[in-house]
């Protein structure tokens, strides 16, 4: 029997829904509060011929099953791009990943010394079952090398000290990276397998990665109109402001005061603190709670256009300098040149993280636009002649912030949303777990099996930060049959099926 489907939010995890669950004849409707883009945090923006990326998007996953959809939507239209990216520190600029040599000059013999010597202290003496952000990384890098090219930019990204964000965003976004491995990646360069495995392959080392032409919001776009050819109905400037489940079936109403009902499914990527606030029946007060505390972190892209004259190679390049506001610049160039359309220009994003509502958010245009001309010749990227325009691009609810409380909030939310069937949290708001793009869509490749099976043969949380699926708890096989009804392909174990 058809399954009646709403998805909430038309980014890659939506977006990434709507096509399996189309292509598997289910009614389906994504609702996007945007009145123009499709793509969330991974959409394309242009202005006046110029394209550009909203936060930085590669496209590298250990999982085949992206790997694969990206090539089914895309195909020929995504570029092999080699990885460039730098730290500037200290008036200097350290290539990222490391090249050893080259940190060895530029830190001084004296300072490099010291880093070893703190790297073996912190390995001789490590925090034991360490909570913090802080903690996990020196015992990773030792404490001088957290302060040279962690504590900065992490506290300017999320706007707390770094012993106030949990460790676990550190083991997801560096996992498996720590001095002596950066120290053999730039000594010993991996060799690639002749499989093309990429298990072993540690992301934050990546050395290429793929791109669409035009962007990652080429990828939605596409993907988007693929959706529609199928039959999903994608409306635009429709936020969903009421999900309320009734006699087993799911309505929503919308911001323009539409309500569509009958949904056997909702499929939310919208953040978790603002489903809560609108799912009915309300939810318990503990988890309203719960959900009151999560927090959010934001920012600023001010995009500058600019005269090619002191072209750099970079993708983006990590700002660890307490001195400018600025925490990332992007070269849009070198993602893909066709996201400049002259040759003789060049664009770069200048990334301000902040807090909706704070002084840097509610800057006007164009003081955002003279700050960052500022900041950007004060690194010695360009000069402040060569800027012949500028754009402004605000994100809100970029970032799922890891404090020390989210976990414990995020699971009181999943525990009262057991009364809830029929419901699915994916991708990275959805789920408070920031995320990389493959991550969010491989948790809507699982929503969508588990749709089309008719039963939850897979747990969406059970998706690692590599974007694989990993059993946990008692778990066995199940029968062909069930294999056949999701339509399993991969490398997945599906839960033990009773």
């Not at 090219?149 to 300017?156: I, P």
Request: glycine share 8%; with cysteine.
């Amino acid at each position: 029997m058809q399954k009646k489907v709403a998805i909430i939010g038309a980014g890659p995890a939506g977006l990434t829904a709507a096509y399996l669950l189309g292509k598997a004849n289910e009614s389906v409707v994504v609702f996007e509060k945007d009145p123009t883009y499709v793509g969330g945090i991974s959409r394309t923006e242009t202005y006046k011929g110029y394209s550009f990326d909203i936060g930085g998007h590669r496209f590298f996953s250990k999982s085949k099953e992206v790997e694969d959809f990206w090539t089914e939507i895309l195909g020929d239209e995504m570029l092999e791009r080699p990885r460039s990216s730098r730290i500037y520190y200290n008036k200097k600029f350290f290539s990222y990943p490391l090249v050893a040599m080259e940190a060895l000059q530029k830190l001084g013999i004296w300072e490099s010394g010291l880093c070893v010597l703190s790297y073996l202290q912190a390995k001789m003496n490590p925090v034991k079952n360490p909570t913090n952000f802080e903690d996990w990384v020196v015992n990773q890098f030792g404490r001088r090398l957290f302060n040279i090219f962690f504590k900065t930019y992490t506290e300017k990204v999320w706007g707390i000290p770094c012993n106030e964000i949990s460790a676990d965003w550190a083991a997801q976004r560096i996992k498996g990276l720590s001095l002596s491995s950066a120290i053999m990646n730039a000594v010993f360069k991996p060799k690639k397998s002749a499989s093309g495995d990429k298990d072993k392959v540690i992301k934050t080392l990546i050395d290429s990665f793929r791109y669409p032409k035009k962007g990652p919001g080429m990828m939605w776009e596409v993907c988007a109109e693929k959706c529609k050819n199928m039959g999903v109905t994608i409306e635009m400037n429709c936020g969903v402001i009421d999900a309320k489940l009734a006699d087993g079936k799911w309505s929503v109403t919308t911001t323009d005061g539409r309500t569509f009902d009958g949904f056997d499914n909702v499929v939310s990527t919208t953040p978790m603190r603002e489903l809560i606030g609108f799912t009915k029946p309300t939810l318990p007060s503990d988890a309203l709670k719960a959900a009151n505390n999560l927090g959010y972190r934001d920012f600023i892209t001010v995009v500058l256009i600019c005269k090619d004259e002191d072209a750099f190679n970079d993708n983006w390049i990590y700002i660890h300098d307490p001195n400018v506001k600025v925490g990332r610049i992007q070269n849009f160039k070198s993602w893909s040149p066709y996201m400049v359309p002259n040759p003789e220009m060049a664009c770069y994003g200048l990334e301000y993280f902040c807090f909706e509502g704070d002084g840097m958010w509610t800057s006007k245009d164009e003081d955002l636009i003279t700050l960052a001309k500022k900041e950007i010749e004060q690194i010695g990227l360009t000069k402040q002649s060569a800027v012949v325009d500028g754009y402004v691009v605000r994100q809100p609810k970029a970032y799922p912030v890891y404090d020390h409380t989210y976990k414990e909030n995020v699971d009181e939310i999943r525990e009262a949303l057991k009364a809830y069937p029929g419901l699915y949290l994916v991708g990275r708001n959805g789920m408070h777990k920031y995320n990389n793009q493959d991550h969010s869509m491989m948790t809507a490749m699982l929503a969508a099996k588990n749709i089309i099976a008719g039963e939850d043969l897979f747990d969406v949380w059970d998706v690692n930060e590599d974007a694989e699926y990993h059993e946990s708890g008692d778990r066995g096989a199940v029968d062909d049959h069930a294999y056949d009804k999701a339509g399993i392909i991969g490398r997945m174990v599906p839960k033990k099926v009773n």
